[in-house]
């Protein structure tokens, strides 16, 4: 039974905003009203929020420990209505951690008898389906409960936001015209957030949402992201050598950058860029001449050499965004930010994702690039502390991959195995076997070396473990791997949502095909150069790249979105709760 049981087909609620003097809410034919401390000091919110912290850093244990040590404060002459609900709520939850099938049906049997109650359990749903990877069930979840109080709304508003503005964003477009009025008012208000190219013209977009949804909850009490005023830069530099080894490279970057810059022209006015050669002057002093010439915002170098000089050099008196990641190095420049596709980010995304799937002993398989062996030392990094590599192999040779695949899930021993029986015995009827201690495989591998892999897992009894690679895997991809389905990859929003911007741009470069995520960067780097003071007061860029955030060192890192191979095709994910036969990765 997949979990979509619950979502599909339900009746909304209507969206009737209660105002400060409506009656309580009625929950099953009991009446019922908001506690007067709100909704954010409820216990079981609270709880569930202490643990979504928890689950999202990886400690999956200790999300399950720190429900059950509350669980465990549930004294017997608590179990009243109120008391047996938590204790409900609570396995529930734990159960869910456990396994999302029977956590999902155990939250199904549960029924509320109170306002907080009800917040509770659509919070609660919302969170496991949004875990499952199912952003329409989780928003749904949340639309369909009413708060009550300013304090509640504005806490309600902040949740369904906090969802939309996660990987989710990308899908606003591909919403269906059975969602609740609602539900499409958040998502048109999540594709404003998605494409606007400035906080002016996220501003502007916003007010004439609200116009046309004057009762919707967000219009009463907007998210943070819709109430900032900032001023964007004016006069942007963009430095890029335009020769030598990286022409090729910062010819895409800049076209993807000029092509937004025009795309966005008629409704983000006042806006001037000039480029320049930074193979024609050293990077310090080309800086100060841009400077000096009137810009207010420093786009590039593209080179790491140039890099480090620029945020290793002096404070500079308008900011800059390099165009490139310098590990480790001493950032002096304050104003300096550092924006890259690192494939590091696609990395953090597959250690999220064996955790949504429970997988706690991985088989890794590196490929002979240098980014292979820069993700696997990574990978090895962030794990999460549950999480175990059971082995590992590096793929040196495509004519050995199928070698070293048998030996690795020791089907190799197997065989030696049956061979030293026979010349004992005599003839065995006998069918192979592999290891059986694996929950997934990763492999960080170019396309060739996944199609010899897809097909060596299939031959050697393992093609249906989960199967996760990073999204350079599919670069320049030219052959079909026969065996590929199922197998889920990072990949940048712009490959899977088409967006007006990435048709344009597709349509007016012949190369783009091939250097479509440098496109895509070169887009990227025009957004951020417009949404500075919004980064730096901690609020995310929703970029052709991925969801772009600030850290502590001035890092813009990267939350990719996750594709699969459907019929040797490159499609969006399906929710964890959508399992299909040819969905091995889920099963």
Not at 120 to 133: I, N, V
Not at 558 to 580: H, S, Y
Request: charged letters at 20%; proline letters at 5%.
């Amino acid at each position: 039974m997949a979990l979509m049981m619950f979502g599909i087909g339900c009746q909304s609620t209507s969206h009737r905003i209660p105002t400060e003097g409506s009656s309580p809410v009625s929950v099953n034919g009991q009446a019922s009203s908001p506690s007067r401390k709100g909704l954010r000091a409820d216990p079981l919110i609270q709880i569930l929020d202490g643990t979504s912290v928890l689950y999202s850093n990886g400690n999956l244990d200790d999300a399950k420990a720190f429900i059950r040590s509350h669980l465990s404060q549930i004294q017997p002459a608590d179990f009243g209505n109120e008391g047996s609900f938590r204790q409900q709520f609570l396995h529930a939850a734990i159960l869910f951690y456990d396994d999302p099938q029977k956590g999902l049906n155990s939250m199904q049997r549960l029924t509320p008898t109170n306002y907080n109650e009800t917040a509770a359990l659509a919070a609660l749903k919302a969170h496991a389906f949004s875990t499952a990877g199912n952003c329409e069930e989780s928003i749904h979840e949340l639309v369909t409960f009413i708060p009550v109080g300013l304090h509640d709304r504005q806490e309600w508003s902040r949740r369904v936001w906090d969802v939309l503005t996660d990987w989710c964003i990308y899908r606003s477009d591909a919403q269906d015209a059975t969602l609740s009025e609602p539900a499409k008012g958040w998502w048109a208000l999540g594709k404003i957030a998605r494409d606007a190219v400035s906080q002016s013209q996220r501003n502007l977009m916003f007010s004439d949402w609200r116009e046309s949804h004057p009762d919707h909850l967000a219009s009463m009490h907007p998210p943070e992201h819709f109430q900032l005023r900032a001023r964007n830069a004016t006069n942007i530099a963009l430095l890029l050598p335009q020769s030598g080894p990286l022409s090729s490279a910062a010819r895409a970057i800049r076209n993807g950058f000029l092509s937004t810059h025009l795309f966005h022209l008629q409704t983000v006015g006042g806006v001037n860029v000039k480029v320049y050669d930074t193979e024609q002057s050293d990077i310090l002093k080309l800086v100060d001449k841009a400077i000096t010439e009137g810009a207010d915002a420093i786009v590039g170098p593209l080179d790491k050499d140039r890099v480090r000089a620029v945020v290793q050099g002096d404070s500079l008196p308008v900011p800059t965004i390099a165009l490139n990641r310098v590990a480790n190095a001493p950032v002096n420049n304050a104003r300096s930010l550092q924006l890259a596709i690192a494939v590091e980010d696609d990395v953090v995304q597959i250690v999220e994702k064996l955790n949504a799937m429970r997988a706690r002993k991985v088989l890794l398989f590196i490929g002979g690039n240098y980014w292979s062996a820069r993700a696997s030392v990574w990978l090895k990094s962030v794990m999460s502390p549950h999480m175990q590599i059971v082995d590992e192999t590096v793929l040196n040779n495509l004519a050995e991959i199928t070698e070293d695949t048998a030996e690795i899930l020791y089907v190799g021993q197997s065989n030696r195995r049956h061979e030293a029986l026979e010349t004992k015995i005599g003839n065995l009827e006998f069918t192979p076997r592999r290891r059986h201690d694996v929950d997934a495989v990763v492999a960080l591998v170019d396309h060739p070396e996944f199609a010899s892999l897809t097909a060596a897992l299939h031959y050697h009894f393992a093609g249906g473990l989960p199967l996760l690679v990073a999204e350079p895997t599919f670069r320049n991809r030219q052959l079909e791997a026969e065996y590929a389905n199922g197998t889920l990859y990072t990949s940048i929003p712009a490959n899977l949502y088409s967006t007006p911007l990435t048709e344009e741009m597709q349509v007016s470069f012949t190369e783009s095909d091939l250097l479509f995520p440098l496109y895509a960067f070169g887009s990227d780097a025009y957004k951020v150069a417009l949404n500075i003071q919004s980064l730096e007061r901690g609020y995310s860029v929703f970029g052709l790249t991925g969801v772009l955030s600030v850290n502590q060192q001035g890092v813009l890192t990267r939350r990719p979105v996750w594709g699969m191979v459907d019929n040797q095709e490159l499609v969006p994910a399906i929710p964890v709760d959508k399992p299909t036969d040819v969905l091995r990765s889920l099963l």
